[in-house]
């Protein structure tokens, strides 16, 4: 065998590797990306439950949360205080969604469902009177995201589900 036959055989020796090691690369990355959209949606879930734990584990702000969505301006300052920053708590975890999803962490049918859950917030009156002194805080995109787009089907609000809409008074407020 000749020296130049020698030094194909190596070239075609050294293709086969290249290729082989691109493939490995590719795959190892595609688990990379699949790690990290399993991990970003992990945090989602779990920073969006803590905050309806803490709702639903405190029956007077969870109350005070739905009648907000329907009528913040007929609240007291200190409920509007407090509000403000569930709401403001709320729509940061939709704007990490906003984000998440577009830069591919989180996949459209998941994602669907979340904007479904954002635009039926977003629509609710009462929220649409804090929103509009508070919009400033949030990036652009999103905002115009939320103000741009429309709901693809009708999802009951939390009034709706929970048909509050009179404050109950318990016991130890007679």
Do not use: C
């Not at 795959?27 to 790690?35: F, G, M, V």
């Not at 403001?88 to 975890?93: A, E, I, L, S, V």
């Not at 999803?101 to 977003?122: A, I, P, S």
């Amino acid at each position: 065998m000749s020296l130049e036959e020698l030094g194909n055989i190596g070239e075609f020796v050294s293709s086969i590797a290249v290729l082989v090691s691109l493939v490995y690369l590719s795959l190892q990355i595609k688990k990379s990306t699949e790690t990290d959209r399993a991990s970003t949606y992990s945090a989602i879930v779990s920073d969006f439950g803590a905050m309806n734990r803490m709702l639903a584990s405190t029956p007077d702000l969870s109350y005070l949360y739905v009648q907000a969505m329907e009528n913040f301006a007929d609240l007291e300052p200190d409920e509007k205080a407090r509000v403000s920053q569930l709401f403001y708590m709320t729509f940061r975890d939709f704007e990490n969604m906003f984000y998440q999803h577009r830069k591919g962490y989180m996949e459209d049918e998941v994602w669907k469902g979340w904007e479904r859950l954002m635009l039926t917030y977003f629509s609710r009156e009462g929220f649409q009177t804090w929103w509009s002194v508070r919009r400033e805080v949030f990036s652009e995109p999103f905002a115009l995201f939320l103000e741009t787009q429309k709901l693809d089907r009708a999802v009951a609000s939390y009034a709706d589900v929970t048909n509050l809409t009179t404050r109950k008074v318990s016991a130890t407020e007679d």
